[in-house]
């Protein structure tokens, strides 16, 4: 009987065996897709761990276990992705705060009353675009509404801006 089928059964020296065997193919697989070697190793090992907690869940009549691997760390790897996205988000947004509580407090009301002037169509995306750094799909993607209206709105909404703080 074949490792593989041992580790199936629960013997969990065969299963080791088998995830020794494939460590090197899907940490080289990971180097090639994180470009990061320290990455690469973390991501390697958390998808050994998750192979073994969930190795009862592997069909061998499904995919070959490279594959089923593979399809564990790149998905690990999504995930990083995304908690770095929100994790530069939140440092922005941080950044932000910070800067607004040191900018000077008269400029920041006068600019927060000539926003709330806006109609909250144009208030959203000029929200977004200079305050939270988003792009025009984005916000498009965001409120529902095309890319171009977008362009439009946001156009209007800084030209009363402009406007409206130029005579004060």
């Known amino acids: 009987m074949n490792d593989l089928k041992k580790a199936k059964k629960g013997d969990e020296a065969a299963l080791a065996r088998v995830l020794l065997h494939e460590y090197d193919f899907v940490f080289h697989y990971l180097l090639k897709l994180t470009l990061h070697p320290s990455m690469a190793e973390d991501l390697t090992q958390d998808t050994?761990?998750?192979?073994?907690?969930?190795?009862?869940?592997?069909?061998?009549?499904?995919?070959?276990?490279?594959?089923?691997?593979?399809?564990?760390?790149?998905?690990?790897?999504?995930?990083?992705?995304?908690?770095?996205?929100?994790?530069?988000?939140?440092?922005?947004?941080?950044?932000?705060?910070?800067?607004?509580?040191?900018?000077?407090?008269?400029?920041?009301?006068?600019v927060t009353t000539e926003l709330e002037k806006l109609k909250p169509e144009e208030r959203i995306p000029v929200i977004l675009k200079h305050y939270y750094g988003y792009g025009y799909d984005e916000i498009a993607s965001i409120t529902s509404t095309p890319s171009g209206t977008i362009k439009s709105r946001l156009h209007s909404g800084m030209n009363r801006l402009r406007k409206e703080l130029t005579h004060e």
């Open 48 to 110: 050994m761990v998750k192979a073994i907690e969930r190795f009862t869940q592997y069909n061998a009549k499904k995919a070959k276990l490279s594959t089923w691997l593979i399809q564990i760390g790149t998905n690990l790897w999504r995930d990083e992705l995304r908690k770095e996205k929100r994790k530069q988000h939140y440092q922005s947004l941080q950044q932000l705060e910070w800067e607004m509580r040191h900018e000077p407090t008269t400029d920041w009301i006068a």
